[in-house]
């Protein structure tokens, strides 16, 4: 079973040589798609010299700045593993995990499997983020008849023939519920793994706010009455 690896990337250069160097150790056969989102620091330059010393590496680049969606569609258009997992490219999510995301996989007890920051061991959240995660995932639970903890989770592996890329609307973080919800409408069957998470903050480079919110709720209410 392959994977491939999706990483929107936007200026990550203090991590991404680490992030990158994390994913390729990991112990499956996979592919890593960076998708740069027209960084204005060294992310790309440092992601093209990792692909010249490592096939197994990717980099597509954008010429605008156009938000971890459209990274993501970009990325999914160019994959060719049987199964897809996003990875930022920050170090908040640990590749060794892997293995534990793929073994529902590997056995057919799923066709989607999300690794839940809520389920295992994780460093400090943030009260903001983690009232804001409370609240969009009991809202998608009750409006999508699911049972998930973390419906934000950047970790979110599925079978590739489920949802294509041009299946996906979303430009911003309002992936992170669209594609679960499309997961949902195709009857695929979800399964949820522990998984480490290191929380970082703003002043570590995290990008999202609190005005995101609103699109991601407004995202799963429209998604959930559309046809």
Known sequence: MKLSVIMPAYNEQATIEQIVARVLASPVDLELIVVDDASTDATAPLVEGLAQRDPRVRLLRH?????????????????????????????????????????????????????????????CVALRYYLANRLVTIFFNLL???????????????????????????????????????LVRARARIFEVPIYYAARGLQQGKKIRWWHTVTILWTALRLRFSR
């Open 63 to 123: 010429d605008r700045n156009s938000g971890k969606g459209t990274g993501v569609r970009t990325g999914l258009a160019a994959a060719t593993g049987d199964v897809v997992v996003i990875q930022d490219a920050d170090l908040e999510y640990d590749p060794a995990d892997y293995p534990n995301l793929l073994r529902p996989l590997e056995r057919n007890d799923a066709d989607v499997v999300f690794g839940s920051r809520y389920l295992g061991a994780h460093s």
């Open 144 to 182: 999508y008849g699911t049972s998930l903890s973390d419906v934000l989770t950047c970790y979110k592996a599925f079978r590739r023939s489920l949802v294509s890329a041009e299946a996906l609307q979303a430009n911003d973080f309002a992936i992170d519920v669209e594609l679960p919800a499309r």
